[in-house]
């Protein structure tokens, strides 16, 4: 269990910092996208001079049919979002840091990452696992920041993209219920070409004059308005979903659209970027163009000059403010009212839903990623250590709990329940993916021959390994999905067997969940009727220890 006093030197170790570094072809790309349209601006500016832009001449709507002022509903989602959006960025911070790596490709293989916040080069000689490669934030930036868990940080994350997305449906579908979405949506080709003109004063350092916000935007503001919103917004979403082991294990062409999974996740930061590069020049010119006036529209929706909306604007940021004082305590200190109530809010959705959609995507022989990341403690136990050192020939797996028949089955007993080879994607929590083949049977062939009794809805996996802070591994999985038909007890990857560090001699694959859900070093596997009462009763290790959901299929 992390230490709750919150200890700089051991939460937030000056060896596991963020770090940036990307490589040299994407940087030289980044910046010849920033630079280039600058710099055009400027030959424009040197050879024919600033474009001219039509002053705004009126400050009331040009056709009786325009849309002005600010409604009450724009100016209240407008906070909702700017408040959500904050733990949004910051939360989702928190998850990129515990793999702090962005790939074009699915397999993660180390050294193909364009984009990384870590200086570590991943070592060859000896096992390095995602949790070794995990890096920290500053709470200063990060949700919940230092040592805390990813657990906490996805809460976070998810209960606000909940209501981000309720709040951003409702924006949207009030702005075509009013004449409000013509400020936003263009409807002219021209917009372009205007929109340039703008920035050519921009970027050379000169102001237009500009038109009442009140009543109309300038084209470049409309502009980005209309790109935060109608695309940049789609596509977090989209991407996000694409992260989800459900949704890609149960539809191959969905994470396809965006190129892969880690591609969606790659996509999902630029977003973030694309936001960051909205937010700044946003926030500057609300300054430079009239602060007052311009935080009286949002604020109250009046076109006044005067310091209400500014001052009234201010207490709203720092109550935002006071709410990320508010998460980051609520993170610390009350972590399991944070997971309760995850639980209560998503749980539905992933039970009804996601839990519900049987995985059948499966990879070909020439998918398999070269180099799939190992995650876990190695077993240390004296019993684990012995069987391993006889090639696991006195291993027995114990099969107990609420059943008519438990049994204790040798590695050559377990090969007779039948024998299923898959190709999937694992999805690690951390945000890594690869695929592998794996070998073994399917857990309902076990189920069948166990007989669990009627109140039976848990099956537990108990590890010879340890959890992140001691202590038994296992985890648990409804009986629902220990039955799905791609739901294997694995002796077997990549057409070998299991190798030690991947879970010898046996581990679960589970595939419409993360990697977390499925127990390596198997021991046993117990039925019971709830997760409640086994470990602290959260449903596994991580979920006791780093308040991970006890579904985990987002
Ligand atoms: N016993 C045990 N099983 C475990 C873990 C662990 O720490 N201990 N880690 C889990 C996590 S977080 C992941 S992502 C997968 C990783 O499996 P791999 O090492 O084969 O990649 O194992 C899971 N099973
Ligand atoms: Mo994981």
Same mark, same amino acid.
């Given at each position: 269990m992390p230490d709750t006093r919150l200890n700089d030197k051991l939460l937030y170790p000056s060896d596991r910092r963020m770090w940036v570094s990307m490589k040299t072809p994407y940087f030289v790309f980044f910046a010849v996208l920033g630079i280039v349209p600058v710099l055009v601006a400027w030959v424009q500016f040197f050879s024919i001079g600033l474009p001219s832009i039509p002053s705004?001449?009126?400050?009331?709507?040009?056709?009786?049919g325009d849309p002005f002022g600010f409604p009450v509903w724009i100016r209240l989602t407008h906070f909702v979002n700017f408040f959500l959006m904050v733990l949004l960025v910051r939360s989702g911070l928190s998850i990129l840091m515990d793999h702090p790596r962005l790939y074009w490709n699915d397999h993660c293989t180390p050294g193909s990452d364009w984009l990384r916040f870590t200086p570590v080069e991943v070592p060859k000689d000896r096992v390095w696992t995602a949790k070794d490669d995990s890096r920290y934030l500053s709470p200063w930036i990060g949700l919940p920041g230092f040592r805390h868990t990813v657990g906490i940080a996805r809460h976070w994350h998810f209960l606000s993209a909940f209501f981000w997305l309720a709040n951003g449906l409702a924006f949207v579908a009030l702005l075509f219920c009013t004449n409000q979405w013509r400020r936003l949506?263009?409807?002219?080709?021209q917009i372009g070409a205007d929109a340039w003109n703008v920035f050519v004063h921009y970027a050379t350092f000169h102001l237009p004059s500009e038109p009442d916000g009140f009543y109309k935007y300038n084209p470049l503001q409309q502009l980005s308005y209309f790109g935060v919103v109608f695309m940049v917004a789609p596509v977090t979403f989209f991407t996000g979903l694409a992260m989800s082991p459900a949704i890609d294990n149960r539809f191959r062409w969905y994470p396809r659209l965006f190129g892969g999974r880690q591609c969606a996740r790659s996509i999902h930061f630029l977003a973030l970027l694309g936001y960051l590069g909205f937010l700044i020049p946003h926030i500057t010119m609300v300054a430079i163009t009239g602060l007052s006036q311009n935080m009286n529209h949002i604020v109250f929706g009046t076109d006044a000059t005067d310091p209400a909306g500014l001052l009234v604007g201010l207490i709203g940021i720092g109550l935002v403010v006071g709410a990320c004082f508010l998460t980051h305590w609520v993170s610390w200190y009350k972590p399991r009212l944070l997971q309760y109530t995850f639980r209560r809010f998503l749980g539905p959705f992933q039970r009804r839903f996601l839990n519900r959609m049987a995985t059948q995507v499966e990879f070909k022989k020439?998918?398999?990623?070269p180099y799939f990341w190992p995650n876990g403690k190695m077993p240390v136990s004296e019993d684990w250590t012995q069987l391993r050192e006889t090639g696991? !020939?006195?291993y027995r797996l114990k099969v107990f709990g609420l059943v008519e028949n438990p049994v204790e089955l040798s590695l050559a007993d377990l090969r007779e329940l039948g024998k299923q080879d898959q190709i999937t994607m694992h999805h690690c929590i951390q945000g890594w993916s690869g695929i592998a083949h794996w070998g073994g049977f399917p857990m309902a062939k076990l189920i069948a021959l166990v007989k669990? !009794?009627?109140?039976?809805g848990t099956v537990v996996f108990h590890s010879f390994g340890e959890g992140h802070y001691g202590g038994e591994y296992y985890d648990s999985l409804s009986l629902g999905n220990a039955k799905h038909p791609q739901t294997l007890l694995a002796y077997e990857m990549n057409y070998e067997a299991l190798s030690e560090v991947h879970g010898a001699p046996l581990r679960l694959r589970v595939?419409?969940?993360?990697?977390?859900?499925?127990?390596?070093?198997?021991r046993a596997v117990e039925f019971v009727r709830s997760e409640c009462t086994v470990g602290k009763g959260f449903g596994g290790k991580n979920e006791d220890d780093e308040y991970y959901p006890i579904v985990a299929n987002i």
């Open positions: 705004p001449a009126h400050t009331i709507p040009s056709s009786v949506v263009p409807m002219d080709w020439q998918n398999i990623s696991f !020939k006195n669990p !009794k009627a109140e039976v595939e419409n969940q993360l990697g977390y859900k499925m127990v390596k070093w198997i």
